[in-house]
């Protein structure tokens, strides 16, 4: 195995080397960059210009030995030391291409993890449900999106919903009936196709959806709620203990009371500590503390699982730690819309809070959670254009995966052991199906650089993509390469990894 | 992984509900067809596939035959260069199934028409047709090169295997859109041909990944040995031996390779650097008029976004008709009425034979 990783990571490093060999040149022959400093028109000024200019970008050098310049600055960040040379404007890349990173990278996180999370979801379900009318669904959908050009979900986004939503909100937030039924209907339908088990029980289920989806909307439209959203502590009460009884149906099952009550303990808890945790909230909050109150609830589902005992204590413990990050979710999240009201109202946002420019409201001021709104209500529409299109890829693979799994013999055997359905499907299938998916993940990833480049021109950011656009048209070598040595680094790193974790997951996988 | 064949003895005596019919039924539809048959006949019964298909056949004949293309003349009154349109625009004339007003009426300019003039219909009819070259440059260039690719490094593994796979380990970091930039520096050439070329040569990798995969397993095969046996040139083992035997994989790859295809040209055209004006594509169409939601002329916008989707999603089902016609373990499930037929024809035939054996007795 080490030799194997080794090897890998070698052949990484000579692989990004060579890749940002090709680049190098063909940036270098992309075009003059002194195009635009021959334009000026007073001569001295040209002269000088054009000098500083060939001697910042090194363009008295042959481009093959630029190359190696060029490299020994980006080498320097190994030891803290980064050059990325400078722009035709003479401004250094390295803190350009700083601030762009962080602005893309969290674009790009966010819609992996959501498109991953989601997307293997709706496979998984899709697959147990084989053939039926939501498999049918969902397949359509996949190549929908597929077929779909990530400007062109960007463009509808960003003029049809995002306008009318801030327009709806500004005007009182209240639905019309004709959207109330039929969103409802819709939860309704998708509600009976997702419950197994025969026409009654999935109609009454179906129909149960729908009158709780129909009479929430129907509060909301009525209170105006979506201009001041909260949960309010009972509504916190039901949700967490609806999110503690879906974790513990897919860990143990309703069977293992232990289990059960470990769940509904830990949300009990998080219930309790809702009232103080306001005044922890309140006063310097930071990431790192958010951080720390997940790690303690975690810990605390933990020793919950563990204090029920039992003959299966790991399993309580489990459930526990989900159910706990379930519910400090929840509790995370009305915080969150407490927030919502003073951020509409900030005179920097002026009531159209989702936003469909820039990724970051300028000279907004405020807390925590003024701040984090402002973050998210920017992310919002370019995640949903990125995450919909590797959504598609993600729910088909992960579709076939489980097919194929589900198809195995050891699946039978776990059967005829006399295993419940759920020990099946969580414990034998969705584990192994989930093999495969690290090598699709990390190719999307590459893909989702090229996706966002295209995301961030619609929205407008000037982030790597605006690096890397601009720089083509402007015929500027350095913040072209900035981005490209990026970008070829998480490629590379992406499918080392999944080298790595494919092999290492899968014993048959030889090693050579 | 076993392949269950229809005639696996242990398979009809296993299954619970009377597998004989089942299995007959299965065997009576392939009897004495061909391979070939057989995938042609799977792929015509995947009704996405056929929709597809005749989408895009109609779209292909649309976009040819209205505005015509080189000698070609067409039955539209002008031309994607066109300045026609009355300054300020026109509205979309279009309208079908009372959408827009009648059932169907074409009017002067059915897509609308931008300030500047041009008629929207040519100029959208011109970028699928720009499109329609892409598809076939991109898809022959990025088949015959990944097939190649693919077949060389799986057939000879060593050296050639790792020279070949790390070549393309490093292309697969190069972004098209750079290639393409200097591509059309360097040459001077913005058009849709050098596009195309850029395109094909950049979109191989995950074809030679898969056809390298297949060779790897074929060529440990039984058949290929007795070819070798027979003396066989390496040559002719790869092409006529081996390679037949993908054709599956390499069909479907090569449809998801033209569609992503299709939405790269896009791209490069809405961030500006495919193909530029005077001429036109869906994606430089697209990025043009991205502004006209909020102006109220969405049709500039929609209908070039249409025709992509249209073309990408007719060729992903396409890919995906032949990925069914292709797989072998692909079994239909015979539905009820049809096994109910089956028994009745089968039990009709035993009382025949008992019938004829009994006339034959007496």
Redesign the interface.
Same mark, same amino acid.
């Given at each position: 195995m080490a030799t194997f990783i080794v090897r890998r990571i070698i052949?990484a490093f000579?692989?990004?080397l060579?890749?940002t060999f090709?680049?190098y040149i063909?940036?270098a022959?992309?075009?003059d960059p002194l195009a635009a400093a021959n334009q000026i028109p007073n001569p001295d000024q040209r002269a000088q210009t054009v000098t500083t200019l060939t001697a910042t970008l090194h363009l008295d050098v042959n481009p093959i030995p630029r190359y190696f310049i060029w490299l020994k600055g980006v080498l320097g960040c190994f030891v803290g030391n980064c050059d990325f040379g400078q722009t035709i404007a003479q401004q250094p890349v390295g803190p350009m291409l700083a601030s762009a990173l962080s602005s893309s990278l969290k674009l790009i996180t966010f819609s992996t993890v959501l498109a991953v999370s989601i997307g293997i979801t709706i496979g998984i379900v899709s697959a147990l449900r084989q053939?039926s009318g939501l498999d049918y669904t969902v397949t359509f959908l996949a *190549?929908?999106f597929?077929?779909?050009?990530? *400007? *062109?979900i960007g463009?509808?986004l960003k003029?049809?919903l995002a306008?009318r939503f801030n327009t709806f909100l500004q005007a009182g937030a209240a639905f019309s009936w004709a959207f109330i039924i039929i969103f409802s209907l819709a939860m309704g339908l998708i509600g009976y196709s997702l419950v197994p088990g025969e026409t009654r029980r999935r109609l009454a289920i179906g129909s149960g959806v729908f009158v709780v989806f129909f009479a929430a909307l129907y509060y909301a439209s009525v209170t105006h709620w979506l201009t001041d959203p909260s949960l309010g502590i009972v509504v916190i009460a039901i949700l967490s203990a609806l999110f503690g009884l879906g974790i513990t149906v897919l860990t143990a099952g309703l069977a293992n009371r232990k289990a059960l009550y470990t769940s509904m303990t830990t949300v009990a808890i998080g219930v309790a500590l809702w009232y103080p945790l306001q005044y922890f909230f309140y006063e310097n909050m930071n990431w790192l503390r958010v951080l720390g109150l997940l790690v303690v609830a975690i810990a605390v589902g933990i020793g919950v699982g563990y204090a029920f005992g039992g003959n299966d204590k790991g399993l309580s413990a489990r459930t526990g730690a989900f159910t706990a990050v379930t519910t400090s979710f929840v509790i995370f999240a009305d915080r969150m819309m407490r927030a919502w009201k003073a951020y509409t109202e900030n005179p920097a946002v002026n009531g159209r809070p989702i936003k469909t420019q820039l990724p970051a409201t300028p000279n907004i001021k405020g807390d925590f959670w003024i701040m984090t709104t402002d973050t998210l209500t920017h992310l919002i529409l370019p995640t949903i254009t990125l995450m919909l299109i590797s959504l598609a890829t993600h729910s088909r693979f992960s579709r076939a995966s489980m097919l194929e799994v589900m198809n195995q013999d050891y699946i039978r055997t776990a059967r005829s052991k006399g295993l419940t359905e759920r020990t099946v499907i969580m414990r034998h299938a969705f584990r192994n199906a989930l093999i495969p998916m690290a090598t699709v993940v990390a190719f999307d990833i590459?893909a989702l650089i090229?996706g966002a480049?295209?995301t961030e021109?619609?929205f407008g950011w000037k982030s790597m993509g605006a690096l890397?656009?601009d720089g083509?048209?402007k015929?500027d070598p350095n913040p072209?390469m900035a981005f *490209?040595v990026v970008?070829?680094v998480i490629?590379?790193l992406a499918?080392l990894l999944a080298d790595i974790a494919y092999a290492a997951l899968d014993p048959r996988i030889r090693l050579t | 992984m076993t392949i269950h064949l229809p005639s696996d003895p242990h398979e009809t005596d296993v299954l619970p509900v009377e597998p004989r019919d089942e299995m007959s039924l299965e065997q009576r539809e392939v009897a004495g067809l061909s391979q070939g048959q057989i995938v042609r006949r799977r792929f015509f019964r995947h009704k996405g596939a056929m929709i597809s298909l005749v989408l895009l056949v109609f779209i292909l004949l649309l976009s040819v035959s209205s505005i015509g293309w080189g000698p070609i003349p067409g039955w539209w009154k002008y031309d994607y260069s066109d300045i026609v349109a009355p300054p300020g625009g026109s509205e979309a004339t279009f309208s079908f199934l009372w959408i827009g007003g009648s059932f169907f009426h074409w009017g002067d300019f059915p897509f609308g028409a931008p300030s500047v003039g041009y008629d929207n219909f040519a100029q959208v009819m011109r970028g699928i047709q720009q499109t329609l070259v892409i598809v076939l440059i991109m898809g022959i260039l990025s088949t015959t090169i990944g097939v190649v690719t693919g077949a060389l490094a799986g057939y000879y593994r060593g050296w050639i295997d790792s020279a070949i796979m790390r070549f393309t380990d490093l292309m697969i970091t190069l972004p098209i859109l750079l290639v393409t930039a200097v591509l059309g520096y360097v040459l001077g050439a913005h058009g849709v041909i050098p596009l195309a070329l850029a395109l094909g040569f950049l979109s191989w990798q995950a074809m030679t990944r898969l056809v390298r995969a297949e060779f790897l397993t074929l060529r440990e095969r039984e058949f290929v040995d007795a070819a070798r046996v027979a003396g066989a040139s390496d040559r002719r083992i790869i092409f006529k031996h081996i390679l037949p035997n993908t054709v599956g994989v390499i069909a479907v790859q090569a449809t998801l390779t033209i569609s992503g295809g299709i939405l790269a040209e896009a791209a490069l055209g809405f961030l500006g650097f495919g193909i530029q004006p005077p001429d036109v594509s869906l994606g430089s169409l697209i990025s043009q008029y991205q502004g006209a939601m909020l102006t109220g002329e969405p049709y500039l916008f929609l209908w070039p976004s249409v025709f992509i989707i249209l073309i990408v999603l007719a060729l992903n089902f396409i890919g995906d008709g032949l990925r069914d016609a292709f797989d072998p373990r692909q079994k239909r499930i015979p539905k009820a009425k049809d096994l109910r037929s089956s028994r009745e024809q089968s039990r009709e035939a035993d009382l025949r034979a008992e019938g004829s054996a009994s006339i034959g007795e007496y």
């Open positions: 052949a000579f692989i990004t060579g890749a090709v680049a063909l940036v022959n992309a075009g053939y *190549f929908l597929f077929a779909l050009p990530v *400007f *062109f463009v509808i003029d049809l306008i590459a090229g480049v295209l021109r619609v890397f656009s083509l048209t015929t072209v *490209f970008g070829a490629a590379v499918n | -």
